[in-house]
């Protein structure tokens, strides 16, 4: 089993949903959360007082996949969240040892 | 005792049957005590029995629900082990531990709590749910002299003495219960017993009373009022029998399926005909509003805390001023409206005024006071006088600084329906929705009592628009479409936007709003979705976005009331729906919108021949003689946001005025606003132009607070400065109206000078209490002819001819100026040019330094 972590735009999070719910993926995580990559921040001023954003808006997905999933999904996002532009985001994989469901306690890939 | 188990099974079944087949709640509610005490009594017996004890200083005793005779099918039993000593205690705990034991095998539900009698008179400070359940008490099996000594001995005494303090946590723990579901009933899926209007309303209900000693219950209560408590109650608790039937446990919470289940039922109402889910709720919503309203009396008037002496000195001051006015219908005592004269009331004015002085000044309604009103709306031997509501009446209510003070009580009163019956059609609506927690009327009020808050927001999500809420103009319009904005839920139509449009058209004839106003009202509606929409779906840092967004939007002043009716609309879905993330990126898309239309204004000029209706429109307000062709060379050429700006008819006027050029070459009109009075001014450009008009203001002791400077391609300058009067010059003496204007010409048509005006003038006033740093901003990349200069300093009298003398100095000419204030800071915008270009780099700087001296 796979972790993956995306942190994508907020703007995309939309289209990457409805994709990942056409190639039956419904179970994720979202988070609001504000950083930056490469994307650094910008000041607007607004009567006179400076708005700095320096850490900017995203989505942050998580979900933990079967192995034989993970490509597909990573496929998914990465045609569903990009637009070209800095600041589109990432994805992070890493190997998960277990998966309990606390109604049942099955185990493994079961509990997905 | 085994065969008690099946026998307590068979007997509850019995009970349930009967309920289903229609015993009332009451009846189900006496028949579960009955068997749970002929159990308890029997159970205690053989436990005795068995251990051959004599129940000699131990007593059990019901508590709370159990206590009152109302226990529901899986609630807990309370009971208190009463013991009369120490001693006894320890002897008594292996008898208790098989007592409860047994208990439990027969499917009861044990809460269970041991005392002394010397424990019971101390009072527990951090427990005060066991006194307040001991007001409930009543003997169950054991040692009744122990329990007579604690009911006529012990507990009158300790009671008495605690009254204050249990008052005050009974207070607390209410208060805070209602809070943490959101001081409402209108819950789409309501908690029976916890949320408002639920069990724990009733049970609150009857503690205050013992509390407060009051046999007859609240002040002025009439039997009609108890009798409606009554039925409210009996509901509620067929509601609450019912969920724990179909839930089978102590589940309260009245889900969607369930609303279905009891609708089909008729549950509560008797009359066994099916109903849909939304009017059975309706019928819910009506019996918890009785209950609710019935404990918030109560609460109000038995608050156990008093005024301190600050809040009874203002509250007294606050009488004295209106005495002098309306107040002989009303008045204000501990921080409330209070209605003095009844019978006014049914001069529906009188009533208008009320709620207009609740919106105003942020002083709610007494309970007592919106009882009076609602006494006089049913009652006949009171007709009604005045029942109309015209719409400066209600834009005065709509446009305070406080409007959710008024419309709560309106809509609990039915008045708000009876104004604007489209908003009937969401009175208590249930829509099925995932997100919305209340229903459609709760969260349309809700939507009005956030932006209220912003006076104080209570936490950080509001911080960035507080300053929006207190400038924003025409607030009426905005609350007006916050009214309607849901409306169409209530319609059986595909999109509830088209619903809520189709009410505004009814709305908007019967109360004769303008075309503008309703062409206002009609487009907050429309795309009362678009700003959550683009801040959730849209990258709002491509600028395209931005100007996508800002086109649809058309004008500034749109987008301020858009950007508040965003943040209302979300913040009243749930308490989580706008997160600090959501509030954020919402204040982002409207800087950035904000910015792009002060920094595009050159971009978008008129072009009269394609704005057909608008020419009508000008041509009916300007009468007779005005030619197509003459509007449109008046028109041409002026930026798109002057028509933002001003209504059709202060367009004609100023189109009259244009006329008049040929015959005098300076033209004026001055007229009382709101705050002030407003200065319009039209004339062919000339230098030094916009200084020299700030410079006669400055001279006449006037204060600009707001102002916009607009040529159109006939190089005809139209300028509009609105300034308060500080002296009270004009206003006190409108005669010198005619003089300040004949003094205005003079001085632009070189007839006299302004320097002696000036001269003698202390144009900076007082040290001011809070100090804004002046920020000085370039941009040559935003218009394609002028630099812009945008300008934050610190207001003060004269400020505006000081930065126009310097500009004009510097040889600038200024195309269009915005001039704005908020509180202490002024916020201007101009549009330069020098010798018809853009200003060089050397010449920014230059300005800077001039501009930076001048203003510190």
């Known amino acids: 089993m796979v972790k993956l972590e995306a942190i994508i735009q907020p703007s995309r999070f939309e289209s990457v949903k409805d994709a990942l719910r056409e190639i039956g993926v419904e179970g994720m995580t979202v988070t609001e959360v504000r950083g930056h990559g490469r994307q650094k921040g910008h000041t607007e001023v607004y009567r006179g007082r400076e708005y700095t954003v320096d850490l900017l808006p995203k989505i942050k997905l998580e979900m933990v996949l079967p192995d034989n999933l993970v490509n597909r999904v990573v496929d998914t996002i990465l045609k569903s969240a990009k637009t070209g532009k800095i600041g589109d985001g990432k994805i992070f994989l890493s190997r998960v040892d277990e998966a309990i469901r606390i109604r049942n306690e099955e185990r493994g890939e079961n509990a997905l | ?77 309370d009971i208190l082990f009463l013991f009369g000593s120490e001693r006894t205690e320890q002897e008594f705990r292996p008898l208790i531990s098989e007592f409860s034991r047994t208990l439990w095998d027969l499917g ?12 019971c008179k101390r009072i527990e400070e951090d427990n005060a749910e066991f006194h307040l359940a001991l007001l409930d008490r009543r003997f169950l099996a054991g040692d009744s002299t122990l329990f007579e000594k604690l009911d006529e001995k012990v507990l009158p005494g300790s009671e008495k003495q605690a009254r204050p303090f249990l008052l005050a946590q009974l207070h607390k723990l209410t208060r805070d219960r209602l809070t943490r579901y959101g001081n409402t009933i209108f819950h789409l899926e309501p908690n029976v017993k916890d949320s408002p209007g639920g069990m724990r309303d009733y049970q609150a209900i009857i503690w205050l009373r013992q509390l407060s000693e009051e046999k007859k219950g609240i002040r002025n209560i009439t039997a009609a009022e108890e009798e409606l408590c009554a039925s409210a109650v009996d509901f509620l608790s067929a509601t609450r029998c019912f969920l724990h039937y179909s839930n089978g446990r102590n589940d309260n919470t009245l889900t969607y399926e369930l609303q279905e289940a009891a609708a089909a039922r008729a549950l509560g109402i008797g009359d066994g005909v099916a109903r849909t889910a939304a009017d059975w709720m309706r019928q819910y919503f009506r019996q918890a509003r009785t209950l609710n309203r019935h404990l918030l009396r109560y609460l109000e008037q038995k608050a156990p805390v008093p005024l301190t002496l600050r809040q009874r000195l203002f509250s007294a001051a606050r009488v004295s001023k209106y005495d002098a006015g309306d107040s002989k219908y009303f008045h204000i005592r501990d921080g409330l409206l209070e209605v003095t004269d009844l019978s006014a009331l049914s001069d529906r004015t009188v009533t208008y005024s009320l709620f207009a002085e609740a919106a105003g000044t942020g002083t709610p309604l007494s309970r007592e006071a919106e009882r009076s009103i609602g006494y006089v709306l049913i009652h006949p031997e009171l007709p009604p006088k005045n029942t109309e509501m015209c719409w400066e009446k209600l834009r005065e209510i709509l446009g305070s600084d406080y409007p959710g003070l008024a419309l709560r009580p309106m809509q609990r009163l039915g008045l708000l329906t009876e104004i604007l019956p489209e908003f009937g059609l969401i009175d208590s609506l249930v829509v099925r929705d995932f997100y919305h927690r209340y229903t459609v009327d709760e969260h349309t009020l809700r939507t009005i009592e956030h932006l209220q808050e912003l006076a104080d927001p209570p936490d950080e999500r509001g911080a960035h628009f507080i300053q929006l809420w207190k400038t924003v103009d025409r607030r009426d319009l905005l609350i007006l479409a916050l009214l309607l904005h849901d409306v169409g839920k209530g ?48 990258d709002i840092f491509d600028p395209a976005t931005v100007a996508g967004f800002a086109e ?3 004008n500034l002043e749109r987008l301020q009331r858009l950007c508040l009716l965003t943040y209302a609309d979300i913040h009243a879905v749930n308490p989580e729906a706008l997160t600090p993330w959501k509030a954020e990126m919402l204040w982002q898309l409207f800087v950035a919108t904000s910015n792009y239309f002060s920094r595009t204004l050159d971009r978008d000029r008129l072009h009269a021949h394609d704005e057909v209706s608008l020419l009508g429109r000008i041509k009916a307000c300007a009468g007779d003689g005005a030619s197509n062709e003459e509007i449109e060379r008046f028109l041409d050429g002026f930026p798109r946001r002057y028509l933002a700006a001003h209504s059709p008819q202060e367009i004609a006027a100023h189109f009259s005025l244009y006329r008049k050029l040929s015959e005098e070459p300076v033209q004026t009109q001055v007229t009382p606003t709101q705050h002030g009075f407003a200065l319009t001014l039209l004339t062919p450009d000339r230098p030094v132009l916009f200084a020299t008009i700030s410079g006669v203001l400055a001279g006449w002791g006037m204060n600009i607070n707001k102002a916009d400077a607009f040529a159109n391609a006939a ?38 000078a302004l320097e002696p005006l000036l001269k003698g003038r202390v144009i900076r006033g007082r040290t001011p209490k809070v100090t804004v740093p002046t920020h000085i901003n370039f941009d040559d990349s935003s218009s394609a002819h002028c630099t812009l200069l945008e300008i934050v300093t610190q207001d003060h009298p004269g400020l505006l ?3 126009g003398s310097a500009l004009a100095r510097q040889g600038c000419n200024i195309e269009v100026a915005l001039i704005d204030t908020e509180g202490h800071k002024a916020i201007d915008v101009f549009y330069l040019t020098a010798q018809g270009k853009k200003l060089t780099p050397q010449k920014q700087e230059l300005l800077r330094e001039v501009l930076q001296g001048t203003l510190g």
Do not use: W
Request: net charge negative; aromatic share 6%.
């Open chain 2, 491 to 538: 319609m059986p139509v595909g999109n509830h936007v088209t619903g809520s449009l189709a009410a505004l058209d009814s709305a908007a004839k019967r109360l004769r709003l303008s075309p503008e106003e309703k062409a206002e009202i009609r487009s907050l509606i429309e795309h009362h979705l678009e700003m959550s929409a683009t801040v959730q779906r849209r």
């Open chain 2, 715 to 752: 190089g005809i300058i139209l300028d509009t400065f609105y300034f308060t009067d500080l002296h009270r010059t004009l206003e006190l003496n409108p005669s010198e109206i005619a003089r300040f204007r004949k003094c205005l010409e003079d001085v632009l048509n070189g007839k006299s």
């Open chain 2, 108 to 119: 009861f539900r044990v809460s269970s709590a041991g005392r002394t009698l010397e424990e």
């Open chain 2, 552 to 554: 649809s939007v058309t």
């Open chain 2, 1 to 77: 005792m085994s065969v008690l188990g099946p026998q307590a099974e068979a007997e509850r079944q019995k009970i349930r049957q009967q309920f289903e087949a229609g015993t009332s709640a009451r009846e189900t509610l006496l028949a579960l005590c009955d068997l749970a005490d002929h159990h308890v009594r029997q159970i205690f017996d053989e436990v005795l029995r068995v251990q051959d004890r004599e129940p000699e200083g131990l007593c059990l005793l019901a508590l709370g629900g159990y206590g009152r005779r109302m226990l529901f099918p899986y609630s807990d039993l």
């Open chain 2, 801 to 803: 001819y000081e930065m």
